[in-house]
Nanobody, 121 residues
């Protein structure tokens, strides 16, 4: 099995910063993409940021210039540095990893349990 464990959520004032981290462990042969989605109450889950195995990154337009995703390939971790947080960034944030558990297995997506980010004055 695979586990993705997130940390770093919390309550922050508008304009503040938070850093989310996610560690993947278990039966992992190789990880392709890792990243973060978020879901606010009453809204669909949306992609926040991703980083590929080659190190390429992609961001939602709403977070470009404010959020930075990074990855430690040796430790199977991914982090999301969130700066200049806005009220609309309030959501549950979910880490994911697109990975292969054994050689010749097809890739599959695994999810963390989520961590809450609340931006409020």
């Amino acid at each position: 099995q695979v586990r993705l464990v997130e940390s770093g959520g919390g309550l922050v004032q508008p304009g503040g910063s938070l850093r989310l981290s996610c560690a993947a462990s278990g039966s992992i042969f190789s990880i392709y993409d890792m990243g973060w989605y978020r879901q606010a109450p009453g809204k669909q889950r949306e992609l926040v940021a991703t980083v590929t195995r080659g190190g390429s990154t992609n961001y939602a337009d709403s977070v470009k210039g404010r959020f930075t995703i990074s990855r430690d390939f040796a430790k199977n971790t991914v982090s999301l540095q969130m700066n200049s947080l806005k009220l609309e960034d309030t959501a549950g944030y979910y880490c994911y990893a697109d990975l292969v558990q054994r050689l010749y297995d097809p890739p599959d997506i695994w999810w963390g349990q989520g961590t809450q980010v609340t931006v409020s004055s």
